[in-house]
DNA sequence: GCCGGATGTTAGGCACGTCTAATTCATCCG
DNA sequence: CGGATGAATTAGACGTGCCTAACATCCGGC
């Protein structure tokens, strides 16, 4: 039988540019040709070439940018729930640091089968969030994909609770990891240092010191309460 | 810079070739295409293709047959050792039945980077066989292959320690570990009913029938000792 | 001794996923 | 207005890994 056209196959590849396009418009960045070569370190060409595809299978839509239909963002989140499901599995399970997690997951996405996911999901007591305090797709329902408010130009004075910081930046993820910045920590927020300078925050009471890189890493909201 | 040509490329179908090699010649049978394409499902072209690129790459060589290099059956190693001590992880921490482990192996054994594998390896406490009981290749140093005798053609009234048991036939392994056949196991093996009848054998006093199918997956070897 | 079947190779083709080079097009700036 | 600049596409190529069709070989049986 001469090679039936299966509009929806999802190879690795589909796989990762599905999922860059919904990470990069939850980031409420653009999803043009050349961000999705940036961040997926391919040519321009190879973006158009995909696109074509994609948009061919349904998967996406062109206008000013590119969207995913509904069928393409339903692949991208089950790609997405498999990556922070295993992020997950490998730091409670293996003990694997929160800043290796993601290269890992990166790899093993693609290969983890639906019976495996589950097996995961059920061992880890379905888990809502994974390390890094991205929130975990679940198999089927609404999913929230919201990142609160930057640590960066959070005013002095506040108390911020991190909800999530990016994983993206793994030398940046190890040294907060060092620092005790985590999901689920209050920072009282102090001064934003001039001219590109630290932000002061105070930790447990600890004081830290965190550059601009950090702070526009870590997401999270403002609390009220006792100080 | 123009495609550098490295020889030595590990992609997943170079692996599952030099697996499959590897399998072949230590289960004693001849590497040949036809054997290749049948284990592989896929065409003789096929077959014929990837052996100019590994023979290329000093992966094999070709005289009667096919046979790995010393840095082929370096690889092969490799592949299998991920793969066991996956199956090993899937079965003891996952607690994923014997006949599923392999088929998620196959997938698996591709995406496991160096460091995941030692972290597996150190949480299974350097495990040295699989749930099947094949021997996991150690990352370094010799490795014993030996499938011992099958239990097929196994005389009447000899015990019969299980060592091995192919996973290759998940219905079959499940059916086995069902009623018990598991490595560790000591059979007391009685007659081999005549034209393609069932081994009749008892395991811990209770009778149990094992058609030839079953006894040519299962592998081990004759103890002593007292009844 | 020849024929048929099995085995293996060559030839040609295709989908995937990438690349570089060239082109198109809009925009911004002097 | 016109040229530079940047973004996107088109054109052409390539390696990987698979396929089918055709051809070459060898080997056993009649
Ligand atoms: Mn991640
Ligand atoms: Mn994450
Ligand atoms: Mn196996
Ligand atoms: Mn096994």
Request: glycine fraction near 10%.
């Amino acid at each position: 039988m001469p090679n039936i056209r299966l509009v929806g196959t999802m190879t690795p590849a589909v796989e990762d540019y599905l999922k860059t396009i919904f990470l990069l418009s939850t980031r409420g960045e653009a999803v043009t040709t050349s961000a999705l070569a940036r961040e997926l370190h391919v040519s321009s060409p190879s973006v158009s070439a995909m696109m074509k595809r994609l948009s061919d299978g349904r998967l996406v839509e062109r206008e000013t940018g590119v969207h995913l239909t509904a069928q393409g963002e339903r692949e991208a989140l089950r790609v997405v729930r498999r990556h922070r499901l295993l992020e997950t599995f490998l730091a409670r399970v293996l003990g694997m640091p929160w800043d290796e997690v993601h290269v890992e997951a990166e790899l093993l996405e693609h290969a983890l089968s639906e019976r495996l996911e589950a097996r995961i999901d059920a061992a880890l007591g379905h888990p809502t969030r994974d390390p890094h305090g991205d929130p975990i797709p679940p198999a089927a329902g609404a999913h929230d994909e919201s990142w609160g408010r930057s640590l960066a130009g959070t005013p002095a004075g506040s108390r911020f609770r991190v909800e999530r910081v990016s994983d993206r930046d793994s030398d940046a993820l190890r040294y907060l990891g060092e620092k005790g910045v985590r999901p689920g920590v209050v920072l009282e927020v102090g001064e934003q240092e001039p001219y590109g300078g630290s932000c002061r925050v105070l930790l447990g009471g600890e004081p830290l010191a965190l550059g601009q890189v950090l702070t526009h890493l870590v997401f999270g909201t403002v609390v009220e309460g006792d100080a």
